[in-house]
């Protein structure tokens, strides 16, 4: 495969892992009123809202995963454990602003805040991380 095939399909894969983790969080977080959602018919609010999501998440992960991705590939790396586990972590640090001042906790202080909210980020970084595997991380490195 050549180098441009491997870079957009990095790209492509990355596009769909951020989908998937949108959509998780998304309906992870309308799960409690899925009921109420699908009788109003609100379901299709649901797509507007996991693509918004889908390019937040896009846009603020793009370096730290453009670093991930740039090491896997330089090492070959093609387990989606690894995938699943970066994906995991780095969702759950930029839940917590990497410790930065400023953050979220700096506005409230108390320690259970988004508890919940937060094993739903981590969780949607797992998926995305496993999605991007499936497309692009099983292949880590065969450009070479």
């Given at each position: 495969?050549?180098?441009?095939?491997?870079?957009?399909?990095?790209?492509?894969?990355?596009?769909?892992?951020?989908?998937?983790?949108?959509?998780?969080?998304?309906?992870?977080?309308?799960?409690?009123?899925?009921?109420?959602?699908?009788?109003?018919?609100?379901?299709s609010v649901a797509v507007i809202v996991i693509i918004i999501a889908a390019t937040v998440m896009g846009v603020v992960g793009a370096?730290?995963?453009?670093?991930?991705?740039?090491?896997?590939?330089?090492?070959?790396?093609?387990?989606?454990?690894?995938?699943?586990?970066?994906?995991?972590?780095?969702?759950?640090?930029?839940?917590?602003?990497?410790?930065?001042?400023?953050?979220?906790?700096?506005?409230?202080?108390?320690?259970?805040?988004?508890?919940?909210?937060?094993?739903?980020?981590?969780?949607?970084?797992?998926?995305?991380?496993?999605?991007?595997?499936?497309?692009?991380?099983?292949?880590?490195?065969?450009?070479?």
């Amino acid at each position: 495969m050549s180098v441009v095939a491997r870079i957009l399909m990095i790209f492509f894969s990355y596009v769909l892992a951020c989908l998937a983790g949108a959509a998780l969080v998304t309906f992870g977080i309308l799960a409690l009123d899925w009921n109420n959602l699908s009788q109003a018919g609100l379901l299709s609010v649901a797509v507007i809202v996991i693509i918004i999501a889908a390019t937040v998440m896009g846009v603020v992960g793009a370096l730290p995963t453009a670093l991930i991705v740039v090491v896997a590939e330089a090492f070959a790396w093609r387990s989606a454990l690894f995938y699943a586990a970066a994906g995991g972590a780095l969702a759950l640090a930029l839940s917590y602003g990497f410790g930065l001042p400023g953050g979220i906790d700096d506005i409230v202080h108390p320690a259970v805040y988004l508890a919940q909210e937060r094993q739903l980020l981590a969780a949607s970084g797992i998926a995305g991380g496993l999605v991007y595997w499936l497309f692009a991380g099983r292949r880590a490195g065969s450009w070479k």
